[in-house]
């Protein structure tokens, strides 16, 4: 089996190389013929990766240790769920999932725009080759998940901190964004070779870029939880290279979906959104080269590999390649239009743009700054939590502040009387927030503080502009309030989706805020029968108890938690000591609290023989809403993602309008 | 081709001024981080520093009474240079002799004081074979 996933390896490389000359020769000398072989060469790239990645995983599920990769990353009792997880475990497979979406989101998006884009689509072929060729390259000759070996009696297995149904889910749809990301970018610089830079390659790759971004959202946000629910230090992220890797690109990402509606509607920002697009790409790449290669430290290790130097080789290359192109191509991406004033609603998406740039490359220069100092000063220096917590503030806070005015602002030119209308009832609701929170004593957090006040300000605007939607819905005909609501969501899902994101974002804001600048912590050594407050909670240690299940030994401490007179239940926090792997791990407890999204988090630092146990609690106010948070976001990202016919046919008219260059 | 100066030229030109101008006031403020090094780079050194190395045994001590105690020593092992640890606060699960860990701390008469709560321990490699004792 093993030949034929190592065939159908080759016959791939062998397809995108020729959809890569192919392409780019039919293009260039306008063979239509041969620019179509290269299309469907691209579309039989997938099916044989498909092949290949059948036969991997029909070595996962019947456990055929005489694949080396299958031998090193599952073993024989290892639950199913857990072996095709495998799949996506180790560089070889990863490797391989790559490819095969890569190959599967580059023939769909081919597929689906050749109709009206022909002429950006001839060079759309050769740019995805390209970068599956070097996928395909590193799987044939590098880092091959068919290399055999005598199978040996049993596999290694897998880390039980990863036994967890969250590593189902969070490393594939951090793939499905990383990979995503290179629609956009082969549209983009498909555009530029085939000197079409016009707005099509973004009405193409919207839905793409927006469904790239959402997976590497949901991924990071899952990522988060499990942090918090499993690794259990009472905390979500560590700002650590490998959880950065996959921050930057969304970053780029959120900066590249809001300036594109900017070029959609004035023509403006073309030259940034190319390289915005370049950027996110590159970021992938870098992530992705960051968390195998080993070149910096993170506590996310994974297998060290050979395939570092290629990653680095390729991020170098994509980076020249489409910057030559970018400056080749620059004439034609003058726009006609300028920006009018720094007061407007473009303005303010471009304010969004830097400061969204701004954080993302201040987190590249922390990851980077340990190589950066090693080679300037022979010593790898670490920018630490303080480093990354003071740009999050600097940037992030007036970007939630332009969250609330960007999407409300006048394009072109808004006056100050037009600023005094629109703005009058957010900023006193954010005003009157603000007062109230101080008196209620969240002056103890001036950041948290303002993010509060900042977080109702945007709320407001939001509610403002569903409620003046519906209103105009309403008196446009619909029958009920409800119906109102909903035709106003269908009318415009991109507009409305992205409130939606937006209010997510305050949600989040507001989660981050309440559970890092607010939070409470205390630990103490307790003995059967103690007690310690921590907040106004107030937990008593009971019992030791000890149960011991088929792979562990769980110990466990039950607390009995009241607020005040109030008896809120027992809590159980512990450790389990895996016998097999020798192994013990945090089981944290934590009490959540449905009404005001506030956390009681209990971690049994040290259990003495003598049932003596060191206990760390922190009581996180809102963290709960972060969760919720990614919830609606789904729920935006959604709205905003849903086919919709009668807008797709308002992009492709409006293009129609703006004219193409009548060449060719 | 003779253009009058555009505002967004103006506004990208004073965002990148503000945000060198941040960066020059993070730097002076809280200073540039401290330098990561393994045991043997160590020696007299007495500044605060990120040691980054393999635990050895004997551990003794307890990390909330009077501070654990255990030693260091690099990471791949040409050295073996040992650095007496004294850590007090949190121990991550993971911690046991022959895991790479990574602690912030300073020197002090010989013993390399860590910060409390300071210690970071590398997870087990993600998917690689099991090894005894061996780096994770």
Redesign the interface.
């Known amino acids: 089996m093993a030949e034929l996933g190592r065939a159908a390896l080759l016959v791939t490389l062998g397809l995108v190389m020729y959809a890569l000359v192919a392409g780019a020769a039919g293009a260039h000398l306008g063979r239509r013929r041969l620019a179509l072989s290269a299309q469907n060469a691209l579309v039989a790239a997938f099916f044989s990766t498909l092949v290949a990645s059948a036969v991997l995983l029909g070595a996962l599920l019947r456990h055929d240790f005489s694949f080396t990769y299958v031998a090193?990353?599952t073993s024989e009792d290892l639950p199913t769920a857990y072996t095709i997880s495998?799949f996506w475990?180790?560089q070889e497979g990863s490797l391989l999932l790559w490819l095969l979406v890569l190959t599967g989101f580059g023939a769909a998006a081919v597929r689906l725009n050749r109709g009206w884009a022909r002429d950006l689509i001839v060079w759309v072929v050769p740019v995805f080759a390209a970068v599956a060729v070097f996928f395909a390259f590193l799987l044939v000759a590098v880092a091959s998940p068919f290399v055999m070996q005598a199978a040996p009696a049993d596999g290694?297995?897998?880390?039980p901190?990863?036994q967890n149904p969250y590593m189902l889910a969070h490393p594939p749809l951090l793939y499905l964004g990383y990979v995503g990301l290179t629609v956009p970018f082969a549209f983009c610089l498909g555009a530029l070779l085939a000197g079409r830079p016009d707005e099509r390659w973004l009405v193409a790759t919207r839905r793409w870029t927006l469904f790239a971004w959402t997976a590497l959202g949901i991924g990071q946000l899952l990522g988060a939880h499990w942090a918090y629910v499993e690794v259990g230090?009472g905390g979500y992220y560590a700002w650590d290279p490998v959880e950065n890797a996959a921050l930057m690109p969304w970053l780029a990402a959120t900066a590249f979906l809001h300036s594109v509606m900017v070029q959609e509607k004035r023509g403006?920002l073309r030259v940034w959104n190319v390289l915005l697009v370049i950027l996110a790409f590159s970021l992938s790449l870098f992530g992705t080269f960051l968390t195998r290669s080993g070149v910096v430290?993170?506590?996310?290790?994974?297998?060290q590999s050979s395939i570092g130097p290629w990653f680095l080789a390729f991020i170098a290359l994509t980076v020249a390649i489409s910057l030559a192109v970018v400056f080749w191509r620059l004439p034609l991406l003058r726009s006609q239009t300028?920006?009018?004033?720094?007061v407007s609603r473009e303005?303010a998406f471009?304010?969004n743009n830097?400061l969204l740039l701004?954080l993302c490359l201040?987190i590249l220069w922390g990851v980077v700054?340990?190589l950066i100092?090693e080679a300037v000063r022979g010593?790898?220096?670490?920018?630490?939590r303080?480093?990354y917590d003071?740009?999050l503030r600097?940037f992030g806070l007036p970007l939630l502040l332009l969250m609330g005015i960007g999407p409300l602002i006048a394009w072109r030119r808004a006056s100050f009387a037009s600023l005094v209308t629109t703005f009058r009832w957010p900023v006193l609701a954010a005003l009157a927030t603000g007062a109230a929170l101080l008196v209620l004593g969240a002056g103890s957090s001036v950041p948290g503080l303002v993010a509060y006040t900042f977080s109702a300000f945007v709320a407001a605007t939001i509610v403002m502009e569903f409620a003046r939607g519906t209103r105009a819905r309403k008196a446009l005909g619909a029958s009920s309030w409800p119906n109102a609501f909903f035709s106003l969501l269908g009318r415009n899902r991109r507009r409305y989706g992205g409130y939606v994101v937006h209010a997510s974002i305050v949600l989040l804001a507001v989660g981050i805020a309440g559970s890092s600048a607010f939070d409470k912590a205390a630990?103490a050594?307790l003995r059967p029968g103690e007690s310690m407050a921590v907040g106004d909670y107030n937990l008593r240690y009971e019992a030791l108890d000890e149960r011991q299940t088929s792979n562990a030994t769980e110990i466990r401490a039950q607390l009995a938690v009241s607020r005040g007179d109030r008896d809120l239940g027992t809590l159980e926090a512990g450790?389990n000591a895996y016998t097999v792997e020798q192994?013990?791990?945090?089981e944290v407890g934590i009490r959540s609290d449905p009404l005001t999204g506030e956390d009681l988090f209990v971690?049994t630092?040290?259990i003495d023989p003598d049932g003596t146990v060191?206990f760390?609690v922190f009581v996180k106010p809102l963290v709960n809403l972060i969760w919720i948070a990614g919830l609606v976001f789904v729920m935006g990202s959604l709205i905003a993602l849903w086919p919709d016919a009668r807008e797709q046919r308002r992009l492709v008219e409006r293009t129609r309008e703006i004219g193409l260059p009548a060449t060719r | 081709m003779a253009r009058k100066a555009?505002?967004?030229r103006?506004?990208?030109a004073l965002?990148v001024a503000a945000?060198l101008a941040?960066?020059l006031l993070?730097t002076s403020i809280?200073g540039?981080?401290?330098?990561?090094?393994a045991p043997s780079?160590l020696g007299t050194r007495t500044e605060k520093v990120?040691l980054?190395g393999l635990v050895v045994g004997p551990v003794r001590g307890?990390?909330?009474?009077g501070g654990l105690r255990f030693a260091l020593r690099d990471i791949g092992g040409k050295h073996r240079t040992r650095v007496n640890v004294l850590y007090a606060g949190?121990?991550?699960?993971?911690f046991k002799v022959g895991r790479?860990i990574?602690i912030?701390g300073r020197l002090r008469n010989g013993v390399f004081v860590a910060e409390p709560g300071s210690m970071?321990?590398?997870?087990?490699?993600?998917?690689?074979?099991?090894q005894d004792g061996g780096p994770?």
């Open positions: 090193r990353t495998a475990g180790g290694a297995g897998m880390t901190s990863l230090w403006i430290n993170s506590i996310h290790s994974f297998t300028r920006l009018e004033s720094p303005a471009l304010y830097l701004a201040t700054y340990p100092s010593e790898a220096v670490v920018l630490g303080a480093y003071f740009f600097i630990d050594k450790k192994q013990l791990s945090n971690i630092e040290q060191y760390r | 555009s505002p967004a103006l506004v990208i965002s945000v941040v960066f993070y809280a540039g981080g401290n330098p990561s090094i780079e990120q980054a307890d990390s909330h009474a949190s121990v991550p699960d993971l790479h990574v912030d970071i321990t590398k997870c087990p490699s993600k998917y690689a074979p099991k994770a």
